[in-house]
């Protein structure tokens, strides 16, 4: 049981490249989200999902995309980067949205845009 | 939305000495998670608190639930070296029928040996 695997662990980017990060979790839980964590700043909600084919946006969702097909996987893609996307990104998940179920966390992807 | 005031933003202690935190909102919430992340890993749940003036222990943590529904608090005793990484404070109401978690801005903890 491997929890919210994501992938890669860190990547360097240039401005207008575009990349995709991937979460994975093999735990069959419905619900998946996507934070981005900046220093001094918390976890700012991106994207989550609350099963196979819907998505919804979060807080910050402006220059990411998702995209939902199975279970397991919930992909953040970035089309066009830029600095300002330079950040720590988490990948969560949760078994049901009921009031006591806290995330089980991925490790995060380092992200440096240049 | 929600805004959470989480202080302080930092605590060098030395091991042997009590922490605590706390966690502010202008709005209520329902329910109040505590995360601890670990350097370079996500964050884990340490405790979660369902009902205003519930006091709820996990080893040497302790965290409460305040009266108002607008605050909890966070207190870890007798610290140790592997006490240290960032703490997270999560209010959290429903949205759309789903629970979807406000975070603080983390106290980091050092603790010196």
């Known amino acids: 049981n491997a929890g919210v695997t994501q992938t890669p662990k860190f990547r360097i980017l240039k401005i207008g490249q575009s990349m995709t990060l991937q979460c994975t979790q093999d735990?069959?839980?419905?619900?998946m989200y996507w934070y981005r964590q900046d220093p001094g700043m918390g976890l700012k909600l991106i994207y989550y999902?609350?099963?196979?084919?819907?998505?919804d946006k979060g807080e910050v969702p402006n220059g990411y995309n998702v995209s939902r097909s199975t279970t397991e996987d919930f992909p953040l893609r970035l089309e066009l980067a830029a600095p300002s996307q330079t950040s720590v990104y988490f990948c969560?998940?949760?078994?049901?949205?009921?009031?006591?179920?806290?995330?089980?966390f991925g490790s995060g992807t380092r992200l440096t845009v240049v | 939305g929600q805004q959470l005031n989480q202080s302080p933003q930092s605590m060098f202690i030395q091991e042997g000495e009590d922490v605590s935190m706390n966690c502010t909102s202008s709005?209520?919430?329902?329910?109040w998670l505590w995360y601890k992340q670990d350097p370079g890993e996500g964050p884990v749940l340490l405790i979660a608190l369902y009902k205003a003036g519930e006091l709820t222990s996990n080893g040497r943590l302790t965290a409460q639930f305040g009266i108002t529904r607008k605050d909890s608090f966070l207190n870890i005793s007798a610290s140790i070296p592997s006490d240290v990484g960032i703490y997270f404070c999560?209010?959290?109401?429903?949205?759309?029928?789903?629970?979807?978690?406000?975070f603080g801005r983390g106290t980091s903890l050092i603790v010196h040996p």
């Open positions: 735990m069959n839980h419905n619900y």
């Open positions: 969560a998940s949760r078994l049901t949205t009921g009031a006591g179920y806290g995330y089980t």
């Open positions: 709005s209520i919430f329902n329910t």
């Open positions: 999902s609350v099963g196979a084919g819907i998505t």
């Open positions: 999560a209010g959290q109401l429903p949205r759309g029928g789903s629970y979807i978690p406000t």
